[in-house]
Protein backbone atom coordinates (compact mmCIF):
# COMPACT_ATOMS: atom_id res chain seq x y z
CA UNK A 1 0.00 0.00 0.00
CA UNK A 2 1.07 3.68 -0.49
CA UNK A 3 2.06 5.59 2.02
CA UNK A 4 3.75 8.50 2.28
CA UNK A 5 7.01 9.21 0.45
CA UNK A 6 9.21 11.86 0.32
CA UNK A 7 12.22 13.20 -1.83
CA UNK A 8 15.29 13.09 -2.08
CA UNK A 9 15.64 10.92 0.88
CA UNK A 10 19.01 12.60 1.36
CA UNK A 11 20.11 16.07 0.66
CA UNK A 12 23.66 17.78 0.60
CA UNK A 13 23.45 21.65 -0.23
CA UNK A 14 26.17 24.02 0.13
CA UNK A 15 25.33 26.90 2.58
CA UNK A 16 23.68 29.69 0.79
CA UNK A 17 21.97 26.95 -1.95
CA UNK A 18 18.21 27.13 -1.87
CA UNK A 19 16.32 23.51 -1.50
CA UNK A 20 12.92 22.15 -2.38
CA UNK A 21 12.00 18.93 -0.30
CA UNK A 22 8.70 16.79 -1.89
CA UNK A 23 6.32 15.29 0.14
CA UNK A 24 3.61 12.40 -1.35
CA UNK A 25 0.96 11.98 1.31
CA UNK A 26 -1.36 9.40 1.12
CA UNK A 27 -4.01 9.58 -1.50
CA UNK A 28 -7.13 11.28 -0.21
CA UNK A 29 -6.10 12.99 2.78
CA UNK A 30 -6.76 16.28 3.06
CA UNK A 31 -4.25 17.21 5.74
CA UNK A 32 -0.73 17.61 5.31
CA UNK A 33 2.13 18.79 8.05
CA UNK A 34 5.71 19.38 7.61
CA UNK A 35 7.72 18.59 11.16
CA UNK A 36 11.56 19.35 11.23
CA UNK A 37 13.44 17.18 13.82
CA UNK A 38 17.23 18.05 15.17
CA UNK A 39 19.59 15.62 15.87
CA UNK A 40 18.16 14.03 19.65
CA UNK A 41 15.17 15.96 19.56
CA UNK A 42 11.26 15.48 18.44
CA UNK A 43 9.88 16.93 15.44
CA UNK A 44 9.12 20.34 15.73
CA UNK A 45 5.33 21.28 13.69
CA UNK A 46 6.68 23.74 10.81
CA UNK A 47 3.49 24.34 8.94
CA UNK A 48 -0.06 22.44 8.29
CA UNK A 49 -2.18 22.62 4.96
CA UNK A 50 -5.61 21.62 4.56
CA UNK A 51 -6.12 20.84 1.06
CA UNK A 52 -4.37 23.48 -0.72
CA UNK A 53 -4.98 26.37 2.13
CA UNK A 54 -2.38 27.04 4.20
CA UNK A 55 -3.98 27.32 7.89
CA UNK A 56 -1.17 27.88 10.04
CA UNK A 57 2.67 28.22 9.48
CA UNK A 58 3.52 29.68 12.63
CA UNK A 59 6.05 27.01 13.11
CA UNK A 60 8.26 28.35 9.91
CA UNK A 61 11.49 29.45 11.53
CA UNK A 62 12.21 31.77 9.22
CA UNK A 63 11.07 33.89 6.06
CA UNK A 64 13.81 31.95 4.03
CA UNK A 65 11.26 29.04 4.70
CA UNK A 66 8.15 28.38 2.29
CA UNK A 67 5.95 25.53 1.69
CA UNK A 68 2.75 25.09 -0.94
CA UNK A 69 0.50 22.64 -2.06
CA UNK A 70 -1.18 23.92 -4.84
CA UNK A 71 -3.37 21.43 -5.60
CA UNK A 72 -4.27 19.96 -2.33
CA UNK A 73 -1.76 16.82 -2.92
CA UNK A 74 1.71 16.91 -3.38
CA UNK A 75 3.86 19.50 -1.29
CA UNK A 76 7.00 21.09 -1.54
CA UNK A 77 8.79 22.74 1.49
CA UNK A 78 11.39 25.46 -0.17
CA UNK A 79 14.42 26.41 1.91
CA UNK A 80 15.99 30.04 0.90
CA UNK A 81 19.65 30.59 1.40
CA UNK A 82 20.48 27.20 3.41
CA UNK A 83 22.09 27.89 6.89
CA UNK A 84 24.14 25.34 8.71
CA UNK A 85 21.15 25.13 11.32
CA UNK A 86 18.66 24.05 9.14
CA UNK A 87 20.41 20.84 9.09
CA UNK A 88 17.59 18.24 10.53
CA UNK A 89 15.71 15.33 9.26
CA UNK A 90 12.41 17.23 7.61
CA UNK A 91 9.11 14.90 8.18
CA UNK A 92 5.97 15.21 6.26
CA UNK A 93 2.77 13.61 7.83
CA UNK A 94 -0.65 13.22 6.58
CA UNK A 95 -4.15 12.93 7.52
CA UNK A 96 -7.87 11.45 6.46
CA UNK A 97 -9.31 14.39 8.90
CA UNK A 98 -8.95 17.73 8.78
CA UNK A 99 -8.07 17.88 12.76
CA UNK A 100 -5.29 15.25 11.97
CA UNK A 101 -6.70 13.09 14.31
CA UNK A 102 -6.94 10.26 15.65
CA UNK A 103 -2.99 9.56 13.77
CA UNK A 104 -0.85 11.31 11.32
CA UNK A 105 1.02 8.91 8.88
CA UNK A 106 4.84 10.43 8.27
CA UNK A 107 7.01 9.47 5.88
CA UNK A 108 10.36 8.31 5.92
CA UNK A 109 11.78 12.03 6.20
CA UNK A 110 14.07 14.14 4.17
CA UNK A 111 18.03 14.55 5.76
CA UNK A 112 19.41 17.66 4.99
CA UNK A 113 22.85 18.58 5.89
CA UNK A 114 24.23 21.87 5.04
CA UNK A 115 28.00 22.17 4.76
CA UNK B 1 9.45 26.28 25.10
CA UNK B 2 9.46 22.45 25.68
CA UNK B 3 5.63 21.87 26.31
CA UNK B 4 6.47 17.90 26.25
CA UNK B 5 9.31 16.43 28.20
CA UNK B 6 10.23 13.27 28.26
CA UNK B 7 12.91 13.39 30.63
CA UNK B 8 14.33 9.74 30.08
CA UNK B 9 16.53 9.29 27.23
CA UNK B 10 16.96 5.74 27.63
CA UNK B 11 15.23 2.76 29.00
CA UNK B 12 16.40 -1.01 28.88
CA UNK B 13 14.85 -3.82 30.01
CA UNK B 14 14.59 -7.32 29.79
CA UNK B 15 12.47 -9.42 27.14
CA UNK B 16 9.44 -10.52 29.04
CA UNK B 17 9.26 -7.86 31.34
CA UNK B 18 7.36 -4.69 31.79
CA UNK B 19 8.97 -1.44 30.18
CA UNK B 20 7.18 1.85 31.26
CA UNK B 21 7.87 4.96 28.99
CA UNK B 22 7.27 8.42 30.70
CA UNK B 23 6.03 12.02 29.89
CA UNK B 24 5.22 14.88 31.15
CA UNK B 25 3.39 18.10 29.49
CA UNK B 26 3.03 21.56 30.43
CA UNK B 27 0.26 23.07 28.64
CA UNK B 28 -3.20 22.23 29.94
CA UNK B 29 -5.16 22.89 27.05
CA UNK B 30 -3.68 19.66 25.44
CA UNK B 31 -6.62 17.27 25.20
CA UNK B 32 -5.05 14.41 22.90
CA UNK B 33 -1.95 12.47 23.29
CA UNK B 34 -0.12 10.19 21.10
CA UNK B 35 2.82 7.30 21.30
CA UNK B 36 4.57 6.51 18.22
CA UNK B 37 7.47 4.44 17.56
CA UNK B 38 10.43 5.01 15.23
CA UNK B 39 12.95 2.93 13.94
CA UNK B 40 16.04 4.04 12.33
CA UNK B 41 15.63 5.72 8.61
CA UNK B 42 11.88 5.61 9.29
CA UNK B 43 9.73 7.80 9.85
CA UNK B 44 7.68 7.93 13.21
CA UNK B 45 4.93 5.07 13.48
CA UNK B 46 1.53 5.52 15.34
CA UNK B 47 1.36 3.34 18.24
CA UNK B 48 -1.83 4.42 20.69
CA UNK B 49 -3.76 7.92 22.02
CA UNK B 50 -5.66 8.48 24.31
CA UNK B 51 -7.76 11.23 24.81
CA UNK B 52 -8.30 13.48 27.63
CA UNK B 53 -11.72 12.38 28.25
CA UNK B 54 -10.40 9.14 29.34
CA UNK B 55 -6.95 7.84 31.79
CA UNK B 56 -6.60 4.15 29.94
CA UNK B 57 -6.26 3.32 26.70
CA UNK B 58 -5.46 -0.37 25.89
CA UNK B 59 -4.71 -1.90 22.73
CA UNK B 60 -2.74 -5.68 22.81
CA UNK B 61 0.60 -5.47 24.81
CA UNK B 62 0.34 -1.09 24.82
CA UNK B 63 -1.58 0.73 27.37
CA UNK B 64 -1.31 4.33 28.18
CA UNK B 65 -2.29 5.93 30.69
CA UNK B 66 -3.15 9.60 31.38
CA UNK B 67 -2.83 11.40 34.71
CA UNK B 68 -4.88 14.47 34.38
CA UNK B 69 -4.08 16.48 36.92
CA UNK B 70 -0.53 15.77 37.51
CA UNK B 71 0.17 16.60 33.43
CA UNK B 72 1.26 12.73 32.99
CA UNK B 73 1.13 10.16 30.64
CA UNK B 74 2.93 6.56 30.50
CA UNK B 75 2.78 4.16 28.11
CA UNK B 76 3.32 0.54 29.37
CA UNK B 77 4.57 -2.50 27.19
CA UNK B 78 3.99 -5.93 28.05
CA UNK B 79 5.66 -8.64 27.88
CA UNK B 80 8.44 -6.47 25.91
CA UNK B 81 9.86 -8.36 23.27
CA UNK B 82 13.09 -7.33 21.30
CA UNK B 83 10.78 -6.15 18.57
CA UNK B 84 9.76 -3.51 20.11
CA UNK B 85 13.48 -1.95 20.61
CA UNK B 86 12.98 1.53 19.21
CA UNK B 87 12.51 5.47 20.48
CA UNK B 88 9.25 6.48 21.32
CA UNK B 89 8.27 9.66 21.17
CA UNK B 90 5.34 10.84 23.04
CA UNK B 91 3.12 13.51 21.55
CA UNK B 92 0.14 16.33 22.46
CA UNK B 93 -2.20 18.26 21.00
CA UNK B 94 -5.10 20.79 21.36
CA UNK B 95 -7.83 22.45 19.26
CA UNK B 96 -5.46 23.80 16.82
CA UNK B 97 -3.53 21.49 14.45
CA UNK B 98 -0.17 21.62 15.61
CA UNK B 99 1.23 18.46 17.48
CA UNK B 100 4.39 19.03 19.97
CA UNK B 101 6.90 16.28 20.05
CA UNK B 102 9.03 14.74 23.21
CA UNK B 103 12.47 14.13 22.22
CA UNK B 104 12.03 10.78 22.84
CA UNK B 105 13.26 7.71 24.67
CA UNK B 106 15.28 5.32 23.05
CA UNK B 107 13.87 1.89 24.65
CA UNK B 108 16.30 -1.33 24.22
CA UNK B 109 14.90 -5.03 25.12
CA UNK B 110 17.61 -7.12 25.32
CA UNK B 111 16.90 -11.39 24.87
Known amino acids: GAGVSQSPRYKVAKRGQDVALRCDPI?????LFWYQQALGQGPEFLTYFQNEAQLDKSGLPSDRFFAERPEGSVSTLKIQRTQQEDSAVYLC?????????????FGPGTRLTVL | DQQVKQNSPSLSVQEGRISILNCDYTNSMFDYFLWYKKYPAEGPTFLISISSIKDKNEDGRFTVFLNKSAKHLSLHIVPSQPGDSAVYFCAASGNNNDMRFGAGTRLTVKP
Open chain 1, 93 to 105: ASSSDPSGRPEQF
Open chain 1, 27 to 31: SGHVS
